[in-house]
């Protein structure tokens, strides 16, 4: 069974940085593409950053350039570094881990993120 586990969330002012971390246990972590979605008050749920067990990335429009997602196969853990937060950035995020062909393993239990004006 596939636990994920979240943690980096918190209160930020706009401009400012956030770390998130996602630890996975069981086994699929080093082939499992690891994501990141965020849920807002709007009860809108978007990708925001994914990556495959080889490095590739992809990342929503909204957060190219300002977001970095990174993996550590050996820590079994995916990070999200958010840099140049801004109001829309504040949201419930979650990380996902899914197969290959898109089958969802599991899901953590979501980290809030607050960037106030």
């Known amino acids: 069974q596939v636990q994920l586990v979240e943690s980096g969330g918190g209160l930020v002012q706009a401009g400012g940085s956030l770390r998130l971390s996602c630890a996975a246990s069981g086994s699929i972590f080093s082939t499992a593409v690891m994501g990141w979605y965020r849920r807002n008050s709007e009860k809108q749920r978007e990708l925001v950053a994914a990556i495959t067990p080889g490095g590739t990335t992809n990342y929503a429009d909204s957060v190219q350039g300002r977001f970095t997602i990174s993996r550590d196969n050996a820590k079994n853990t995916v990070y999200l570094q958010m840099n140049s937060l801004k109001p829309e950035d504040t949201a419930v995020y979650y990380c996902?881990?899914?197969?290959?062909?898109?089958?969802?393993?599991?899901w953590g239990q979501g980290t809030q993120v607050t960037v106030s004006s």
């Open positions: 996902n881990a899914r197969r290959a062909q898109g089958s969802s393993y599991a």
